[in-house]
């Protein structure tokens, strides 16, 4: 009997640790999912300020060409904005 009870508090403290072990991964699973939700949150910001940037900057010297036009009378100014986007589109539109 007493070898029963042994065994039985061995395996017990097996599946205790087993239970632990399982436990442990899965905080240390939780911690990289949150850790790489982190970078995809930084990545995409970067993103999206990278493209807005990009645009504004054609906009605003294109804006800034009509408000020279605007001021001078002059109208053989041309908008240079040097892409191949819908904005360089515009800016040949104006021209």
Request: glycine content about 4%.
């Given at each position: 009997?007493?070898v029963l ?18 436990h442990e991964?899965n905080l240390?699973?939780?911690?990289t ?6 970078i995809?949150?930084?990545?995409g910001?970067e ?11 054609g906009?605003i ?15 053989s100014?041309i908008?240079?904005i ?5 904005v360089?589109?515009l ?5």
């Amino acid at each position: 009997m007493m070898v029963l009870e042994q065994k039985y508090t061995e395996q017990s403290r097996t599946i205790e640790q087993l239970i632990q072990m399982v436990h442990e991964l899965n905080l240390e699973l939780r911690n990289t999912v949150y850790l790489l939700l982190a970078i995809m949150l930084v990545a995409g910001a970067e993103t999206f300020m990278f493209i807005a940037n990009h645009i504004s900057k054609g906009l605003i010297s294109l804006r800034n060409t009509i408000m020279e036009v605007e001021a001078s009378d002059d109208l053989s100014r041309i908008a240079t904005i040097g892409t191949s986007d819908e904005v360089d589109s515009l800016a040949a539109a104006f021209n």
